[in-house]
């Protein structure tokens, strides 16, 4: 298993860009997640999801968008691209429950460094 | 509203020896989780460890342990015989179990240096 990808691993932007970061899971893992690490700070969650379909506001959802058409893929849209969007994004996935008992240890991608100028 | 607090930005510990990182929490869900993950300055985060709110012993992984103390709210994780390897940014992180907990809420994190 790859475990969860992540494209691309670094990326520059313009004020006003728009770009998409691809998260992909090969785990069966019904939960992904959407991180965002600022500087010396712990990670905050933008979007998640529970489901193919399903998908729900986190702590800091202003300026990004995500879908869920797959079980596999999460991406995470921006659009009009801030300085305040510079930082590390870290998609995960889980599965709460396995065998009978709440476990939900998130597996976290590699990371994509963002940086908006 | 949960939350986790890290109070030490940074700790040393000589290798070999053992550390102790602490995290305190704050949630009023019955049934939680508890985890630590590990970032090292590469930026993956990887997961240590995981307690639940009604687990009846500690969690242990390895060189790894996690003191719970439920009482306390606190789930303090310990690394024995620290490796150089060690070094790196610690998270301590909640998630509750009730309606609308899918969220994962992660302290600020201690850098923990391990010195030869």
């Known amino acids: 298993n790859a475990g969860v990808t992540q494209t691309p691993k670094f990326r520059i932007l313009k004020i006003g860009q728009s770009m998409t970061l691809q998260c992909t899971q090969d785990?069966?893992?019904?939960?992904m997640y959407w991180y965002r690490q600022d500087p010396g700070m712990g990670l905050k969650l933008i979007y998640y999801?529970?489901?193919?379909?399903?998908?729900d506001k986190g702590e800091v959802p202003n300026g990004y968008n995500v879908s869920r058409s797959t079980t596999e893929d999460f991406p995470l849209r921006l659009e009009l691209a801030a300085p305040s969007q510079t930082s590390v994004y870290f998609c995960?996935?889980?599965?709460?429950?396995?065998?009978?008992?709440?476990?939900?240890?998130?597996?976290f991608g590699p990371g994509t460094r963002l940086t908006v100028l | 509203a949960q939350k986790i607090t890290q109070t030490q930005p940074g700790m040393f510990v000589q290798e070999k020896e053992a550390v102790t990182l602490d995290c305190t929490y704050d949630?009023?869900?019955?049934?939680?989780?508890l985890f630590w993950y590990k970032q090292p300055s590469s930026g993956e985060m990887i997961f240590l460890i995981y307690?639940?709110?009604?687990?009846?012993q500690n969690a242990t992984e390895g060189r790894y342990s996690l003191n719970f103390q439920k009482a306390r709210k606190s789930a303090n994780l310990v690394i024995s015989a620290s490796q150089l390897g060690d070094s790196a940014m610690y998270f301590c992180?909640?998630?509750?179990?009730?309606?609308?907990?899918?969220?994962?809420?992660f302290g600020k994190g201690t850098k923990l240096t391990v010195n030869p």
């Open positions: 992180a909640m998630r509750g179990t009730q309606g609308g907990s899918e969220k994962l809420v």
């Open positions: 949630t009023s869900d019955p049934s939680y989780g």
């Open positions: 785990m069966n893992h019904n939960y």
């Open positions: 307690q639940g709110s009604y687990d009846q």
């Open positions: 999801s529970v489901g193919a379909g399903i998908t």
């Open positions: 995960a996935s889980s599965r709460p429950y396995s065998g009978g008992r709440f476990t939900d240890t998130q597996y």
